[in-house]
Structures are given as C-alpha cells and as structure tokens.
C-alpha cells in the first residue's frame, strides 16, 4: 500500500491524541505528509439556518477568521507535542458540517488513509438514529479509514 497523504481529523477530544499517534506512525514509515484537520461548525447556519456568506453575515465571517487562526495554531501545537520529531505535515482548518468537509479535504489532499478516533460519546440510540461524523466518513470516502480506539 503505497500512501503520500495521511489525513488526522480532530474536533480536539482526548481520544482524537491516539489517533494523531497512530497517523504519525503511518506517516514516519511510509515518508507521508500528515494533514491535520479541525472543522469549524458554520455558526451563521444552526442560527439563520442558511449557510454564510461574506456579504451577507459579516460577523460570522470575523468570528471564522479569527476560530481559523486559533484551531491552526493548537493543531500545530498538538502535532508538534505529540509528534516532536515530525515535520512533514499541515494544518487545514475547515468551516462547515464535519463529515462532509472532511470528505471534501480528502478529495482535494488525494488523501490515502484517515485516521481518526472512534468513540462512543452518545448512547446507543442516538448513534443509530443521528449517526457519527466517523461512520459518515467510513461510508463516504474513497480511501482506506482506520478508527483508533
């Protein structure tokens, strides 16, 4: 299997470091770039329920500006203490619904594995009825996903 991108997802929860690990590892043994990816929830549409645009919800706009900056600066961060000898890799953030996004990135990136945590924080029927950004991407995306525990 031959991989040049790794993609990690992370919405920051403790469980999502083992995940980074386990990219990292994957990333170091085959000479990959790691992508590391925090989607921002579009504000303005579970307000207005209508996505943003820059004309329309100026607010919003400078309040993703500024969430960009910061998430890419604790990806960088977590990256660079979990992984210190790692420098092969990127921080992406991202606006809007997770998974979808995520399918987006790993389509733009041509990313060969996702890594990302797998965790039960809802209850048994909530996952079943609402799903879970992580069973959305394994059922949406185009390349191989690996779902740490």
């Given amino acids: ?7 990690w997802p992370t919405d920051f929860s403790d469980a999502d470091h083992d995940a980074l690990a386990v990219a990292g590892a994957f990333a170091k043994s085959w ?5 590391a990816l925090h989607v ?17 919800d100026r ?3 400078a309040l993703w500006k500024v969430s960009k900056e910061k998430a890419e600066a604790k990806l960088r ?15 992406l953030a991202a606006f809007g619904e997770p998974a ?6 790993v389509r733009e ?3 060969g594995l996702v890594t990302m945590a797998a965790r039960r924080d809802k209850t048994l029927l909530q996952e079943m009825l ?17 779902l740490v525990k």
């Fill in 130 to 146: 609402l799903g879970s950004v992580a069973y959305k991407v394994v059922r949406t995306v185009p390349c191989n996903v690996m």
């Fill in 40 to 56: 921002i929830p579009d504000v303005a549409e579970e307000v207005y329920g209508e996505k943003s645009t820059e004309g329309k």
């Fill in 100 to 105: 979808g996004r995520i399918v987006e990135v």
């Fill in 31 to 35: 000479g990959a770039d790691l992508i």
């Fill in 77 to 91: 961060e977590i990256i660079e203490k979990t992984l210190p000898e790692f420098t092969r890799f990127r921080v």
């Fill in 59 to 61: 607010a919003a706009w």
């Fill in 109 to 111: 990136e041509r990313i």
């Fill in 1 to 7: 299997m031959s991989v040049n991108r790794v993609l």
